[in-house]
């Protein structure tokens, strides 16, 4: 059984999945940064100088010093990290797109099939009705 293990794993397919998972976690981190420091803030200026990350609804105030005895932490609905999420996953959805895209104009297709002849058993068959009629 460990012999079985050790060839899967050693195979080209399993190493290259583990390669692509963990650059899809590092490209998911600069995502990431792109969208919260570069593309929500402008989006934020031309929305009034909304922060989208701070949005939130309140639904239980904070009370008390944080860490000590009977302290409530706040309790809120962050919709504006969810519309950072959302913007998030549009980017990463295009990006996908144009690279699935771009990889399918690199897929050379299939060469047409060659013209089909008779078969030997056609052949065969035009010669012996051939030879019939002599």
Known sequence: MLKE???FIMTGNV???AV????AGAVGLVVNGFVNDIVMP???EFAGGADFASLKYVLTEASG???EAGAVAENAIRYGAWMN????LIIVGFVLFMIVKA???TKTPPPPPAPAGPSQEDLLADIRDLLKKR
């Open 15 to 17: 190493i290259e999945f």
């Open 103 to 105: 990889y399918n104009k």
């Open 42 to 44: 402008v989006v934020g």
């Open 85 to 88: 999420t959302i913007v998030n």
């Open 5 to 7: 293990f050790k060839n």
């Open 65 to 67: 010093v944080a860490g």
């Open 20 to 23: 692509a998972v963990i650059l």
